[in-house]
């Protein structure tokens, strides 16, 4: 598609449940990238991907996160055991190249309860 | 420690003037910056960005302007218009060390007033 695409809009669980989000990247786009954007404007790199390769998991806190990029289905980005500090509004981008402009997403809005 | 600063959280202009917004970053690495622009419940918008050999970037009413000894940059709007009232960011990243993330600023909301 011309647009990256994410879902659902909006995802809510109860603290201790798990949450997948996906994001269909911009056709031809080769990299993606999630943001966490938390207390409003504050954005956090979480973890980027070349195709179906991590290329950047810095970002990633790697006890409860996971995410996946595989051949002809959407990205996912999945949380176990959610937390309360995990709410917060997940945003997807895409690039065509490494150094290209990202593109984002409208993003997931998590709340955890 | 906060790598890109955008030091007003807010601006207020009338439609037809300039409105400027800011950015400062500390990351002497940072080589490539851009600008997006946000509305409520979306994603941003990529706006205009500039790299670092430049030091003026243009695309018809956005004009950003890069000052690298200064580690600033800052983002013209002339003239104004009550459809740019939104959030604005201001982004790195820092492309000469294979760092393709974003490094975001904490935006600065824009109102035009008609």
């Known amino acids: 598609g011309e647009e990256v695409a994410q879902t659902p809009k909006h995802l809510v669980r109860g603290e201790g449940q798990k949450a997948k989000l996906y994001c269909a990247p911009i056709?031809?786009?080769?990299?993606v990238f999630w943001y966490q954007q938390v207390l409003k404007n504050e954005f956090k790199f979480l973890i980027s991907?070349?195709?179906?390769?991590?290329?950047?998991e810095t970002g990633m806190p790697k006890e409860r996160f996971s995410a996946k990029c595989l051949p002809n289905s959407p990205c996912s980005l999945e949380i176990q055991a959610t937390k309360l500090e995990d709410s917060a509004v997940y945003f997807c981008?895409?690039?065509?190249?490494?150094?290209?402009?990202?593109?984002f997403g409208p993003g997931t809005r998590l709340t955890v309860l | 420690d906060q790598q890109v600063k955008q030091n007003s959280p807010s601006l207020s202009v009338q439609e037809g003037r300039i409105s400027i917004l800011n950015c400062d970053y500390t990351?002497?690495?940072?080589?490539?910056f851009l600008w997006y622009k946000k509305y409520p419940a979306e994603g941003p918008t990529f706006l205009i960005s500039?790299?670092?050999?430049?030091d003026k970037n243009e695309d018809g009413r956005f004009t950003v302007f890069l000052n690298k000894s200064a580690k600033h940059l800052s983002l013209h709007i002339v003239p104004s218009q009550p459809g740019d009232s939104a959030v604005y960011f201001c982004?790195?990243?820092?492309?000469?060390?294979?760092?393709?993330?974003?490094?975001f600023g904490k935006g600065t909301l824009l109102t035009v007033n008609p």
């Open positions: 500039i790299s670092s050999i430049k």
């Open positions: 056709k031809g786009h080769s990299y």
């Open positions: 981008a895409s690039s065509r190249d490494r150094g290209d402009t990202q593109y």
């Open positions: 991907f070349q195709n179906e390769n991590v290329f950047d």
């Open positions: 982004a790195a990243s820092a492309l000469g060390g294979s760092n393709y993330k974003l490094t």
């Open positions: 990351n002497s690495m940072f080589d490539y």
